[in-house]
Protein backbone atom coordinates (compact mmCIF):
# COMPACT_ATOMS: atom_id res chain seq x y z
CA UNK A 1 0.00 0.00 0.00
CA UNK A 2 2.69 2.24 1.03
CA UNK A 3 4.47 1.86 -2.50
CA UNK A 4 1.39 2.60 -4.01
CA UNK A 5 0.98 5.71 -2.79
CA UNK A 6 4.51 6.77 -3.07
CA UNK A 7 3.77 6.01 -6.78
CA UNK A 8 0.69 8.08 -7.03
CA UNK A 9 2.32 11.04 -5.23
CA UNK A 10 4.79 10.47 -7.97
CA UNK A 11 3.07 10.85 -10.79
CA UNK A 12 1.24 13.46 -9.49
CA UNK A 13 4.52 15.83 -8.61
CA UNK A 14 5.61 14.52 -12.20
CA UNK A 15 1.75 16.16 -13.38
CA UNK A 16 2.42 19.44 -11.79
CA UNK A 17 6.25 19.69 -13.17
CA UNK A 18 5.01 18.91 -16.66
CA UNK A 19 1.74 21.62 -16.23
CA UNK A 20 4.16 24.25 -14.24
CA UNK A 21 6.96 23.73 -17.25
CA UNK A 22 4.75 24.03 -20.25
CA UNK A 23 5.51 26.78 -22.56
CA UNK A 24 1.88 28.35 -24.22
CA UNK A 25 2.24 27.88 -27.97
CA UNK A 26 2.61 31.67 -28.59
CA UNK A 27 5.46 31.65 -26.63
CA UNK A 28 7.25 28.34 -28.02
CA UNK A 29 6.80 29.65 -31.35
CA UNK A 30 8.35 33.44 -30.28
CA UNK A 31 11.11 31.60 -28.50
CA UNK A 32 11.81 28.75 -31.65
CA UNK A 33 11.87 31.94 -34.36
CA UNK A 34 13.70 34.48 -32.38
CA UNK A 35 15.80 33.01 -29.54
CA UNK A 36 18.93 32.27 -31.61
CA UNK A 37 18.75 36.13 -32.92
CA UNK A 38 18.33 37.67 -29.16
CA UNK A 39 20.75 36.18 -28.02
CA UNK A 40 23.51 37.11 -30.26
CA UNK A 41 22.28 40.73 -30.40
CA UNK A 42 22.18 40.59 -26.68
CA UNK A 43 26.12 38.92 -26.33
CA UNK A 44 27.06 41.55 -28.49
CA UNK A 45 25.59 44.22 -26.09
CA UNK A 46 27.03 42.99 -23.33
CA UNK A 47 29.77 45.41 -23.15
CA UNK A 48 28.18 48.16 -24.54
CA UNK A 49 29.24 51.65 -22.17
CA UNK A 50 25.88 53.86 -21.62
CA UNK A 51 25.46 56.77 -23.86
CA UNK A 52 22.79 59.59 -22.74
CA UNK A 53 21.44 62.74 -23.24
CA UNK A 54 24.52 64.19 -21.83
CA UNK A 55 26.81 62.67 -24.12
CA UNK A 56 25.20 65.43 -27.47
CA UNK A 57 24.39 68.82 -27.43
CA UNK A 58 22.65 71.40 -29.96
CA UNK A 59 23.39 74.56 -29.96
CA UNK A 60 19.82 75.14 -30.77
CA UNK A 61 18.61 73.87 -27.76
CA UNK A 62 16.99 76.08 -25.14
CA UNK A 63 17.64 73.45 -22.19
CA UNK A 64 20.79 72.42 -20.61
CA UNK A 65 23.15 69.84 -20.97
CA UNK A 66 20.27 67.22 -18.80
CA UNK A 67 17.60 67.96 -20.86
CA UNK A 68 16.41 65.71 -24.21
CA UNK A 69 16.34 67.48 -27.05
CA UNK A 70 14.64 67.07 -30.73
CA UNK A 71 13.44 69.28 -33.40
CA UNK A 72 10.38 69.00 -35.66
CA UNK A 73 10.69 66.02 -38.48
CA UNK A 74 9.18 68.32 -41.42
CA UNK A 75 10.62 71.69 -40.76
CA UNK A 76 13.43 73.11 -43.04
CA UNK A 77 14.81 76.55 -43.59
CA UNK A 78 12.83 78.76 -45.76
CA UNK A 79 14.60 79.09 -49.10
CA UNK A 80 13.60 82.57 -49.17
CA UNK A 81 15.16 83.75 -46.06
CA UNK A 82 17.49 81.18 -44.67
CA UNK A 83 18.61 82.56 -41.73
CA UNK A 84 14.47 82.82 -40.56
CA UNK A 85 12.27 80.64 -38.89
CA UNK A 86 11.70 77.18 -40.70
CA UNK A 87 9.04 76.60 -42.60
CA UNK A 88 6.89 72.77 -42.64
CA UNK A 89 6.93 70.03 -45.43
CA UNK A 90 4.31 67.39 -44.40
CA UNK A 91 5.87 64.20 -44.49
CA UNK A 92 9.32 64.73 -45.50
CA UNK A 93 12.09 64.65 -43.11
CA UNK A 94 14.73 67.27 -42.73
CA UNK A 95 18.34 65.46 -43.15
CA UNK A 96 19.95 67.87 -41.22
CA UNK A 97 17.70 68.39 -37.78
CA UNK A 98 19.44 67.46 -34.25
CA UNK A 99 18.42 63.82 -34.16
CA UNK A 100 21.33 62.56 -31.33
CA UNK A 101 18.89 62.38 -28.19
CA UNK A 102 16.48 60.39 -30.09
CA UNK A 103 18.90 58.11 -31.48
CA UNK A 104 20.82 57.78 -28.16
CA UNK A 105 17.08 56.75 -26.68
CA UNK A 106 16.36 54.20 -29.30
CA UNK A 107 20.06 53.00 -28.20
CA UNK A 108 18.88 52.50 -25.16
CA UNK A 109 15.37 51.08 -25.42
CA UNK A 110 17.37 48.39 -27.89
CA UNK A 111 19.98 47.70 -25.89
CA UNK A 112 17.79 47.03 -22.36
CA UNK A 113 14.95 44.84 -24.51
CA UNK A 114 17.69 42.43 -26.02
CA UNK A 115 19.39 42.35 -22.77
CA UNK A 116 15.96 41.57 -20.97
CA UNK A 117 14.98 39.25 -23.46
CA UNK A 118 17.95 37.53 -22.82
CA UNK A 119 17.58 36.79 -19.90
CA UNK A 120 14.30 35.61 -19.85
CA UNK A 121 15.49 33.06 -22.22
CA UNK A 122 18.62 32.17 -20.56
CA UNK A 123 18.21 33.14 -16.53
CA UNK A 124 21.72 34.60 -16.93
CA UNK A 125 22.27 37.09 -14.51
CA UNK A 126 24.80 38.87 -16.61
CA UNK A 127 22.44 40.03 -19.39
CA UNK A 128 20.35 42.32 -16.12
CA UNK A 129 23.76 43.35 -14.81
CA UNK A 130 24.35 45.12 -18.38
CA UNK A 131 20.96 45.88 -18.87
CA UNK A 132 21.07 47.91 -15.21
CA UNK A 133 24.32 49.84 -16.04
CA UNK A 134 22.26 51.94 -19.47
CA UNK A 135 19.49 52.48 -16.76
CA UNK A 136 20.70 53.44 -13.85
CA UNK A 137 22.96 56.34 -16.31
CA UNK A 138 19.67 57.28 -17.75
CA UNK A 139 17.53 57.83 -14.86
CA UNK A 140 19.72 57.46 -11.37
CA UNK A 141 23.40 58.52 -11.87
CA UNK A 142 23.80 62.73 -11.44
CA UNK A 143 26.41 63.01 -13.93
CA UNK A 144 24.35 61.47 -16.68
CA UNK A 145 20.88 61.24 -16.25
CA UNK A 146 17.96 62.82 -18.15
CA UNK A 147 15.77 65.41 -16.28
CA UNK A 148 12.04 64.10 -16.45
CA UNK A 149 10.13 66.09 -18.83
CA UNK A 150 10.55 66.94 -22.20
CA UNK A 151 10.04 70.65 -22.41
CA UNK A 152 12.44 70.77 -25.31
CA UNK A 153 11.16 68.59 -28.09
CA UNK A 154 10.59 68.66 -31.46
CA UNK A 155 11.05 72.68 -31.16
CA UNK A 156 11.25 74.45 -34.93
CA UNK A 157 13.93 76.93 -35.37
CA UNK A 158 12.53 81.06 -34.71
CA UNK A 159 9.13 79.72 -33.82
CA UNK A 160 8.86 77.10 -30.27
CA UNK A 161 11.95 75.94 -28.25
CA UNK A 162 9.52 73.06 -27.59
CA UNK A 163 5.92 71.90 -28.19
CA UNK A 164 3.67 68.86 -26.54
CA UNK A 165 4.03 67.16 -29.70
CA UNK A 166 7.54 66.12 -29.00
CA UNK A 167 6.32 63.96 -26.27
CA UNK A 168 6.20 61.24 -28.62
CA UNK A 169 9.44 60.92 -28.68
CA UNK A 170 9.43 58.65 -25.34
CA UNK A 171 7.81 56.05 -26.75
CA UNK A 172 10.98 54.33 -26.79
CA UNK A 173 11.15 54.45 -22.88
CA UNK A 174 8.18 51.77 -23.22
CA UNK A 175 10.11 48.44 -23.62
CA UNK A 176 12.56 50.19 -20.65
CA UNK A 177 10.03 50.33 -18.25
CA UNK A 178 8.23 46.87 -19.58
CA UNK A 179 11.55 45.27 -18.92
CA UNK A 180 11.85 47.06 -15.50
CA UNK A 181 8.23 45.89 -14.63
CA UNK A 182 9.54 41.90 -15.45
CA UNK A 183 13.09 42.67 -13.37
CA UNK A 184 10.87 43.55 -10.56
CA UNK A 185 8.40 40.60 -11.13
CA UNK A 186 11.53 38.55 -10.64
CA UNK A 187 13.04 40.22 -7.87
CA UNK A 188 15.75 41.26 -9.96
CA UNK A 189 16.31 45.18 -8.75
CA UNK A 190 18.06 46.43 -5.63
CA UNK A 191 15.51 47.90 -3.39
CA UNK A 192 18.14 51.69 -4.37
CA UNK A 193 17.44 50.68 -8.10
CA UNK A 194 13.36 49.60 -8.20
CA UNK A 195 13.13 53.01 -5.92
CA UNK A 196 15.36 55.49 -7.95
CA UNK A 197 13.73 54.26 -11.10
CA UNK A 198 10.24 54.82 -10.05
CA UNK A 199 10.91 58.08 -8.39
CA UNK A 200 11.92 59.15 -12.06
CA UNK A 201 8.93 57.20 -14.47
CA UNK A 202 6.27 58.81 -11.59
CA UNK A 203 8.26 62.68 -12.24
CA UNK A 204 8.15 62.27 -15.37
CA UNK A 205 4.25 60.96 -15.54
CA UNK A 206 3.63 63.72 -13.43
CA UNK A 207 4.64 66.35 -15.64
CA UNK A 208 2.60 64.17 -18.32
CA UNK A 209 -0.25 64.69 -16.79
CA UNK A 210 0.05 68.36 -15.10
CA UNK A 211 2.30 70.37 -18.11
CA UNK A 212 0.55 71.99 -20.83
CA UNK A 213 2.75 70.39 -23.20
CA UNK A 214 1.57 66.91 -21.56
CA UNK A 215 -2.03 67.77 -21.46
CA UNK A 216 -1.90 69.39 -24.69
CA UNK A 217 -0.39 66.14 -26.31
CA UNK A 218 -2.94 64.05 -24.31
CA UNK A 219 -5.62 66.03 -26.14
CA UNK A 220 -4.08 65.19 -29.49
CA UNK A 221 -7.10 63.64 -32.07
CA UNK A 222 -4.61 61.31 -33.86
CA UNK A 223 -1.87 59.17 -33.45
CA UNK A 224 -0.19 61.89 -30.84
CA UNK A 225 -3.15 61.16 -28.24
CA UNK A 226 -2.88 57.22 -28.69
CA UNK A 227 0.65 57.79 -27.85
CA UNK A 228 0.19 59.78 -24.79
CA UNK A 229 -2.15 57.13 -23.38
CA UNK A 230 -0.10 54.48 -24.26
CA UNK A 231 3.38 55.76 -22.35
CA UNK A 232 1.26 56.91 -19.31
CA UNK A 233 -0.44 53.50 -19.26
CA UNK A 234 2.73 51.77 -19.08
CA UNK A 235 4.43 54.39 -16.73
CA UNK A 236 1.53 54.40 -14.33
CA UNK A 237 1.61 50.62 -14.27
CA UNK A 238 5.36 50.58 -13.22
CA UNK A 239 4.77 53.38 -10.50
CA UNK A 240 1.67 52.14 -9.28
CA UNK A 241 -0.74 55.07 -10.20
CA UNK A 242 -4.33 53.86 -10.40
CA UNK A 243 -6.04 57.11 -11.14
CA UNK A 244 -3.88 57.28 -14.45
CA UNK A 245 -4.50 54.03 -15.24
CA UNK A 246 -8.27 54.26 -14.86
CA UNK A 247 -7.66 57.39 -16.70
CA UNK A 248 -5.86 55.61 -19.95
CA UNK A 249 -8.70 52.49 -19.76
CA UNK A 250 -11.29 55.50 -19.73
CA UNK A 251 -9.77 57.66 -22.89
CA UNK A 252 -9.19 54.41 -24.52
CA UNK A 253 -13.22 53.98 -24.56
CA UNK A 254 -14.49 57.07 -24.71
CA UNK A 255 -12.08 58.85 -26.84
CA UNK A 256 -9.63 56.91 -28.54
CA UNK A 257 -11.27 54.62 -30.25
CA UNK A 258 -15.21 56.66 -30.42
CA UNK A 259 -13.03 59.84 -31.67
CA UNK A 260 -10.20 58.20 -33.65
CA UNK A 261 -11.85 55.06 -35.64
CA UNK A 262 -14.13 55.06 -38.49
CA UNK A 263 -16.77 52.73 -38.84
CA UNK A 264 -15.23 50.09 -40.95
CA UNK A 265 -12.17 50.27 -38.80
CA UNK A 266 -9.53 52.22 -40.42
CA UNK A 267 -7.87 55.30 -38.54
CA UNK A 268 -9.78 58.65 -41.30
CA UNK A 269 -7.17 61.03 -39.41
CA UNK A 270 -4.45 58.86 -40.56
CA UNK A 271 -5.20 58.51 -43.77
CA UNK A 272 -5.44 62.18 -44.93
CA UNK A 273 -1.78 62.30 -44.31
CA UNK A 274 1.11 62.04 -46.22
CA UNK A 275 2.34 58.73 -44.98
CA UNK A 276 -1.04 57.17 -45.05
CA UNK A 277 0.01 53.35 -44.20
CA UNK A 278 3.10 54.11 -42.08
CA UNK A 279 0.46 56.48 -40.28
CA UNK A 280 -2.06 54.02 -40.28
CA UNK A 281 0.25 50.83 -38.95
CA UNK A 282 1.47 53.10 -36.35
CA UNK A 283 -1.44 54.18 -34.86
CA UNK A 284 -2.99 50.74 -34.84
CA UNK A 285 0.30 49.85 -32.95
CA UNK A 286 -0.42 52.49 -30.27
CA UNK A 287 -3.35 51.09 -29.69
CA UNK A 288 -2.94 47.34 -29.26
CA UNK A 289 -0.18 48.15 -27.14
CA UNK A 290 -2.56 50.18 -24.95
CA UNK A 291 -4.88 47.22 -24.87
CA UNK A 292 -2.02 44.93 -23.72
CA UNK A 293 -1.15 46.87 -21.47
CA UNK A 294 -4.73 47.97 -19.85
CA UNK A 295 -6.45 44.62 -20.41
CA UNK A 296 -7.39 42.87 -17.32
CA UNK A 297 -9.77 39.82 -16.52
CA UNK A 298 -12.51 42.27 -15.22
CA UNK A 299 -11.74 44.81 -18.00
CA UNK A 300 -10.70 43.84 -21.47
CA UNK A 301 -10.01 46.20 -24.11
CA UNK A 302 -9.81 43.53 -26.52
CA UNK A 303 -12.87 42.64 -26.39
CA UNK A 304 -14.61 45.93 -25.75
CA UNK A 305 -16.63 47.53 -28.14
CA UNK A 306 -18.21 51.19 -28.90
CA UNK A 307 -22.28 51.45 -28.88
CA UNK A 308 -21.61 51.97 -33.11
CA UNK A 309 -19.42 49.05 -32.95
CA UNK A 310 -15.94 50.05 -32.99
CA UNK A 311 -13.36 47.62 -31.57
CA UNK A 312 -9.68 46.61 -31.75
CA UNK A 313 -10.25 43.69 -33.91
CA UNK A 314 -11.99 45.59 -36.29
CA UNK A 315 -8.83 47.94 -36.82
CA UNK A 316 -6.94 44.89 -37.08
CA UNK A 317 -8.89 43.52 -39.82
CA UNK A 318 -9.30 46.73 -41.60
CA UNK A 319 -5.60 46.52 -42.01
CA UNK A 320 -4.24 42.95 -42.39
CA UNK A 321 -4.95 42.29 -45.97
CA UNK A 322 -2.74 45.25 -46.42
CA UNK A 323 -0.41 43.94 -44.47
CA UNK A 324 -0.17 40.85 -46.64
CA UNK A 325 -0.20 42.28 -49.83
CA UNK A 326 0.53 45.76 -50.00
CA UNK A 327 -0.10 46.23 -53.33
CA UNK A 328 -3.81 45.83 -52.95
CA UNK A 329 -3.94 49.42 -51.16
CA UNK A 330 -6.56 51.86 -52.27
CA UNK A 331 -5.44 54.88 -51.10
CA UNK A 332 -2.49 57.17 -52.00
CA UNK A 333 1.04 55.85 -51.02
CA UNK A 334 3.07 57.37 -48.48
CA UNK A 335 5.55 60.28 -49.92
CA UNK A 336 8.62 58.86 -48.45
CA UNK A 337 9.54 55.38 -46.66
CA UNK A 338 6.95 53.42 -48.85
CA UNK A 339 9.03 50.02 -49.39
CA UNK A 340 10.25 50.09 -45.63
CA UNK A 341 6.87 48.98 -44.35
CA UNK A 342 5.04 46.59 -43.23
CA UNK A 343 7.42 44.75 -40.57
CA UNK A 344 6.59 42.40 -37.77
CA UNK A 345 4.09 44.79 -36.40
CA UNK A 346 3.04 44.74 -32.56
CA UNK A 347 -0.92 44.52 -33.56
CA UNK A 348 -0.25 41.33 -35.25
CA UNK A 349 1.56 39.96 -32.11
CA UNK A 350 -0.75 41.75 -29.47
CA UNK A 351 -3.49 40.98 -31.79
CA UNK A 352 -2.68 37.08 -31.71
CA UNK A 353 -2.88 36.80 -28.10
CA UNK A 354 -5.45 39.20 -27.18
CA UNK A 355 -7.69 38.00 -29.30
CA UNK A 356 -6.57 34.73 -29.77
CA UNK A 357 -6.21 34.42 -33.38
CA UNK A 358 -3.78 32.29 -34.98
CA UNK A 359 -4.03 34.17 -38.65
CA UNK A 360 -2.60 37.40 -37.22
CA UNK A 361 0.50 35.17 -35.54
CA UNK A 362 1.23 33.49 -38.91
CA UNK A 363 1.35 36.36 -40.75
CA UNK A 364 3.52 38.32 -37.99
CA UNK A 365 6.16 35.24 -38.60
CA UNK A 366 6.16 35.92 -41.84
CA UNK A 367 7.70 40.08 -41.62
CA UNK A 368 10.96 41.44 -41.04
CA UNK A 369 11.51 41.15 -36.95
CA UNK A 370 14.46 42.64 -36.97
CA UNK A 371 14.17 46.34 -39.27
CA UNK A 372 17.33 48.87 -39.83
CA UNK A 373 15.87 51.44 -41.85
CA UNK A 374 16.06 54.40 -38.77
CA UNK A 375 12.67 55.53 -39.79
CA UNK A 376 10.95 52.40 -39.49
CA UNK A 377 12.68 51.85 -36.00
CA UNK A 378 11.66 55.52 -34.90
CA UNK A 379 7.91 54.71 -35.60
CA UNK A 380 8.45 51.08 -34.23
CA UNK A 381 8.69 51.18 -30.31
CA UNK A 382 7.73 47.71 -29.78
CA UNK A 383 10.72 45.50 -31.11
CA UNK A 384 10.67 43.01 -28.35
CA UNK A 385 8.54 40.38 -27.84
CA UNK A 386 9.55 38.20 -25.33
CA UNK A 387 9.53 41.07 -22.41
CA UNK A 388 5.69 40.81 -23.05
CA UNK A 389 4.68 37.63 -22.66
Keep these: MRTFFTLLLLAVSLLLMESCTKVD ?11 EEILKRAESNLNEQPI ?7 ERSAGGSHDFYSEGDYWWPDSLNPEGPYVQRDGQTNPDNFVAHRHAMIRFSTLVGNLTSAYLLTK ?50 IEVVQSLLKMEEQGLLSEEDLE ?27 NHGTCWVMQAAIFAKYAGNKEVLDLCTDRYKTVLLPDQMGTDGSFPRELRRTKPYGYSLFNLDAMATVCRILSTEEDNLWTYTTPDGKNIQKGIDFLLPFVVDKSTWKYKPDVMYWDEWPVAQPFLFFGAIGLKNETYLEVWKTLDHFPVN ?11 PIIWL
Design 124 to 173: DRKYIDAALVHVRAWFINEETRMNPNLLYAQAIKGITTGRGIGIIDTIHL
Design 196 to 222: STKRWISAYLTWLTTHPNGIAEMNAQN
Design 25 to 35: PVTKIVQDQLK
Design 52 to 58: TVTAFRS
Design 374 to 384: DEVIRNLPIRN
